[in-house]
């Protein structure tokens, strides 16, 4: 209503654009004296400062790389640390013809035409300009001499001091915590370059690398006046870098030792972990090899040598070694059966040597071909009965028996901060649907229940799965650090527990692997002759996939290696579980008469003092013992 | 009878007097500044490249092209423009559109579009010319000063390709095109109390755009750029050291070819982006306030266009170009100089790069066409 009908008048428009235009005209003149302003301050008034910056040539950001997290065993004994080292490095900026310098280099060093291929290489790598780039590292005293004598033909080439990565104890901890290596082109990109800026290494595996964000820290900085040739003239500015955390591993030196010595040069996996807190007490793949190889770069040919031996020292057995469970999952598929309720612990299943599926005329077969006769649960898994588990297998079907095991960590990754940890495998209907395009046979539940068949796993799953027995349920996921910096790690994906129908289950199957090692006919009752305290325990073998066609070895290396994998699973003292071993030995044949043994010798060295006897800390009730030992 | 024949005649003498730049639809005063800024930016980027002939060349070349694009697109009577502004406006809006699929599909930025060995361009340059036209076009047909209605389509109109000129993510082009499109608001007279409400919105707008819409990397430079030390061996770098190249050149610079900060590799992007530090530190203040001289004589003749122009499309086009031609530069030597936070915006006419280079000469093309269409019996 108060709005007129508004006639276009051109003359207003115009004025009121000539207005904005005047007032445009007037911010242009006054926004570019702001940048005269500007200008004057930085080329007048601040000349001196930024001539002389410039003249004097010039100011350089020098990164400061933080100096790296140490790692040490559970008892304070150093597993990693850094040693100063000499290294070469090289400015192409001050260098002039680089190139030319390179072959200065090569001749004054006596090096060869490889060498000088990857000093190229390296020199390639350069990231920001007048950035000195390492090119040889672990220079002897020869060598520095040698460069200070001919420093007058080598422009732009420097002897630096710098912290490298050290592993004291060898190849003991190689395969937890891994080592360090040299950051390449792959890594670099995924890197974040300011803070990676004065670092050259990187963690390549194990501790080194799942925890590399904690233990590398945070780089520092100083703005330095430096001369033509490069030299440091004064520092203007420093910022500290933050060093990384130290890590308290869980791992104990001497329980590793103990565990190596008892494979006793067999190949093979050990893990023994503390069903408590989930830490890992010892973690042995046998071969190993010497982590301090990898740091300053491992010649082609030395690491050639170890990819390819046949014993595959390079491979990780306790994370990445996929085997059938066989019989040391027993235990679980007993546990699986009493909550479903297809037995209690007083059924009976009647073993003639064979079960039969009805209407099928195959004859699944008991290790035993004559039978035990009628076998409840405790005999069933004391003499690791076949036919008891393929009759509780056929009953309680592919899903469930899928899912209890899941349940027990089989299938999926266990660890907490354990890097490239295989899943392993649990079939299930639709895995084998999916992958295989088949219906599921009821033959494949029987034989999955005495852990052969389709489902793998690792020696870690393994001693997990037997924690979980152990400690009732609880889970803890196996970790290797047990502090950074004084704080346990945290565990962000956590695994629910198992709880049980009946809690007593557990009971009942612990006293079944009790059998094992201590009943008249147990299985393993040899591996705990003069245990000073009660053990729980299953044994198991895992066959062997054949060898590939085509592949030479000698004759009786291919025998041998045909061989079953011998495994055996425990914890001790069986009442209070302290700790739970895992063994693996590779074509070791027999699980109660190889592994056990090794199972034994590891309890013994975490549980007993010098003079052999229990330490006091782990002394169980003696009525326990006893009662157990009259059955 | 008598009067029509009179109208001819002086029609006529028009044309006579009419010189061949005018018959071209060229405006001399912009072209001879034009030239002389290209023949400056050739020597200064000769120095920046490192004495790169290759550069110089394909520099030179486009050049040439951006010359004939502008002398083409001032034959076009603004009115034939105003007609097609919608139909470009709506095609860049596309345009941008399909290149933020493609970006999104191949899982990173993309501001191209790359037909191989057909085409290759980003349409956000197009939309530089396109945004203030558009918005020049919508005002043109309303009373002036602009409702709050048509201001508020405007806005949207703006917003559309700003938004995915951000996702792209582009900052400096975007922050460009919500330039052009806001001057002309502002020529078309925008209330004062409005602009002020504005400003004072942008604050809680700002932090929201802070938490929310902002890449790390954006975040990254803001942060830098209010403590450029904070960050010296990342982004800061190129602060620190522009500041030192062109500090160092005192008032009158070191001489040409004889810059150390930008010829030892200190300076990132000498011959992109931050070229007015290269300029700086070999032409000093002197040679710095030249430039600014030329810029200045481009602005103001592109206001005197503005007030001369007939009509009110023309004189909304004109003068938003002009203004976001300021920002440019405005933005470009400030975040040089550390007064800004780093976008990425060329100088115009210096930095190297052949597509802003087209873009550039094309506006100024706009200019030309609105000058030298108007009609001269209007003024007798």
Redo the contacts between chains.
Sequence with gaps: MSQPIRIKDHEKDARLVRGRVVFGAIAVVALICVLIARLYYLQVIQYEYHSTLSENNRVHVQPIPPTRGLIFDRNGVVVADNRPSFSLSMTRERSGDWQQVLDVIVEVLQLTPEDRVIFEKRMRQGRRPFEPVPILFELSEEQIARIAVNQFRLPGVEVVAQLVRHYPQGAHFAHSVGYMGRINEKELKTLDPVNYSGTHHIGKTGIERFYEAELHGQVGYEEVETNARGRVLRVLKRTDPVPGKDIVLSLDIKLQEAAEAALGGRRGAVVALDPKTGEVLAMVSQPSFDPNLFVTGISFKAYAELRDSIDRPLFNRVLRGLYPPGSTIKPAVAIAGLDAGVVTASSRVFDPGYYMLPNYDHKYRNWNRTGDGFVDLDTAIMRSNDTYFYDLAHKLGIDRLSAYMNKFGIGQKVSLDMFEESPGLMPSREWKRATRRQAWFPGETLILGIGQGYMQSTPLQLAQATALVANKGVWNRPHLAKSLEGVKPVDENPMPDIILRDPSDWTKVNHGMQQVMHGARGTARKAAIGAQYRIAGKSGTAQVVAIKQGEKYDRSKVQERHRDHALFVGFAPADDPKIVVSVMVENGESGSGVAAPVVRQVMDAWLLDQDGRLKAEYASPISAEATARDE | MNNFDRMLSSEDVMRRRATLLQRLHIDGPLLVLLLILAAGSLFVLYSASGKSWDLLAKQATSFGIGLVSMIVIAQFEPRFMARWVPLGYVIGVVLLLVVDIMGHNAMGATRWINIPGVIRFQPSEFMKILMPATIAWYLSKR???PQLKHVGISLLLIGVPFALIVRQPDLGTSLLILAGGAFVL????LRWRWILSVLAAAIPVSVAMWFFIMHDYQKQRILTFLDP?S????TG?NI?QS?????????FGKGWLLG??SH???LPESHTDFIIAVL?EEF??VG??AL?LI??LL??RG?VI??QAQT?FG??LA?AL??TF?VYV?VN??MV???LPVVGVPLPFISYGGTSLVTLLSAFGVLMSIHTHRKWIAQV
Excluded: H, N, R
Excluded at chain 2, 231 to 234: F, K, Q, S, T, Y
Excluded at chain 2, 243 to 251: M, Y
């Design positions: 009373t002036l000063p502002f020529m078309g007279g030390e960050d010296p061996l990342g770098w620190i500041k030192a190249a062109i500090g160092s050149g005192g008032v150390t900060q030892l590799d200190f700086g000093g203040l710095i306030c600014l810029y200045l602005i103001g206001l503005t007030a009110l004189k909304l003068g002009t203004m300021f405005f030597i400030g100089s550390g007064l």
